[in-house]
């Protein structure tokens, strides 16, 4: 029913103004994430009265959609309404049957109340130890809006020279059914201001050449591998029939656990 009056406000509207327009801007009014479909205010299709067009459901378009639910979706926010018909996000809306109202959303655009990512780019004024570099030809990226108004939004960037960059205005979680492997061909550094755990059913293995640890733990540890287990080695005395327990020297001493 909603359909057919949207094809005859179509057609009234097209015989006003003689215009065969196939593309209509237009901004979300409401957005359904279970069918990724929109309802939109049109602004330039209105009633006798003047009242901008609110569509019937629309398809949503996608950078990629495929079976079994794989695909791309961004969640819309939409706010447009016949009071305010600017708000919410700008679309292109395309007629593909004007005679039954058939019409669906191909693309969105950024525009002056919806800026582009790289307008608001992450800074250490939102809290990051490091702000973004400016954006470059090749660059692309994917950025989340903060919750609140003013505060640090989410950014990945993926850069033409092979980096790719991460700020996460919130706890980053990976879960993972299966293996986790990371195969890294240079260094790895891991800086955190609060604690840091590592916890394991199994065994947690380290290899390594040589392996340095802050001055508490590797002082710590010394103290009690080296200089606690010397004294006591030292101390020990085998029986006559054997002679005295031979001292442990310095040269003892490991170097490859070592505090820095």
């Keep these: 029913m ?3 009056q949207f094809a005859h406000a179509i057609r009234h509207i097209t015989a006003q103004q003689g215009d065969q327009r196939p593309f209509l801007y237009g901004h979300i009014a409401s957005y359904d994430p279970k069918l990724h479909r929109v309802r939109c205010i049109i602004p330039s299709m209105t009633d006798q009265d003047g009242t901008p067009l609110l569509s019937p459901w629309m398809p949503m378009g996608t950078l990629a959609a495929s079976g079994g639910g794989a695909g791309i979706q961004i969640i819309y926010q939409g706010g447009a309404s016949v009071a305010n018909p600017n708000a919410g996000e700008q679309v292109m809306i395309a007629m593909f049957d004007r005679n039954r109202g058939v019409a669906a959303v191909p693309a969105v655009f950024f525009h ?11 800074t250490t004024d939102d809290g990051y130890s490091a702000a973004a570099s400016p954006v470059a030809p090749n660059d692309i990226i994917i950025s ?5 108004a003013g505060g640090a939004n989410s950014f990945i960037r993926i ?3 092979g980096a790719i960059e991460t700020w996460s205005a919130g706890p980053m979680t990976a879960n993972v059914i299966g293996d986790v492997t990371v195969v890294n061909s240079g260094n790895v550094n891991v800086t955190t201001k609060g604690n840091a ?11 390594a050449a040589a392996i340095n640890l802050a001055a508490k733990a590797g002082d710590a540890l010394q103290a009690l591998c080296m200089d606690a287990f010397r004294t006591v080695f030292n101390s020990h005395v085998h029986g006559n029939s054997v ?3 031979p001292l442990a020297g310095a040269n003892t001493v490991t170097s490859i656990v070592k505090a820095e």
């Design 197 to 207: 755990t590592v916890t394991a059913t199994g065994t947690a293995s380290v290899y």
């Design 112 to 122: 002056s109340t919806n800026p582009p990512p790289s307008t608001n780019l992450p």
């Design 159 to 161: 850069r033409q020279n």
């Design 243 to 245: 002679g005295p327990t």
């Design 144 to 148: 989340a809006p903060s919750a609140t």
């Design 2 to 4: 909603f359909a057919d």
